[in-house]
């Protein structure tokens, strides 16, 4: 157990604690009340203090504001911005596809053209064969 500084007695170890309550109540005591002009003095400088504090937090949400508001028009500009390329380029699609689509009508005519001139191209060739076999049978039973 630890017995403390040589010569310290409970009676000294009292008497300091009562002397030290004595300073704090006088500290008190002494302190300025209100009407004191000292105490005036202060309470000024305290609502001065505070006045600052609340002006520097209306000023930094002043600025928040205006941030968020900055924030919000430029991302309702890229957000227009965005809309006008989509749109852009769902129009640029919509071209091609419809060029392609032309072209691919204009090749199927081809080919369907193509088709029907090859068909007309056979039949008038079967034609020609049927009509000289069919000469050729009357030359015959000419010939006997």
């Known amino acids: 157990m630890w017995s403390g ?17 004595k300073a704090l109540l006088e500290r008190f005591r002494s302190a300025p009340k209100p009407g004191d002009p000292v105490y005036e003095e202060q309470q000024a400088k305290l609502k ?10 209306e000023k930094r949400a002043k600025q928040k504001a205006e941030e968020d508001a900055r924030r919000a028009e430029a991302a309702r500009l890229k957000a227009e911005r ?10 640029e699609k919509a071209r091609k596809a ?7 009508a204009q090749l199927k005519a081809e080919e369907e053209e193509k088709h029907a001139a090859l068909l007309a191209e056979q039949k008038a060739t079967r034609d020609a064969r049927y009509a000289a076999r069919k000469a050729a049978k009357k030359e015959r039973r000419r010939g006997y």
């Open 5 to 21: 500084p040589k010569g310290t007695s409970t009676e000294d170890r009292l008497a300091r604690a009562q002397e030290a309550k």
């Open 48 to 57: 001065a203090v505070a006045e600052a504090r609340r002006l520097r937090e």
């Open 82 to 91: 965005e809309a006008e390329e989509a749109r852009n380029a769902a129009e």
């Open 98 to 104: 419809a060029e392609e689509a032309a072209i691919m």
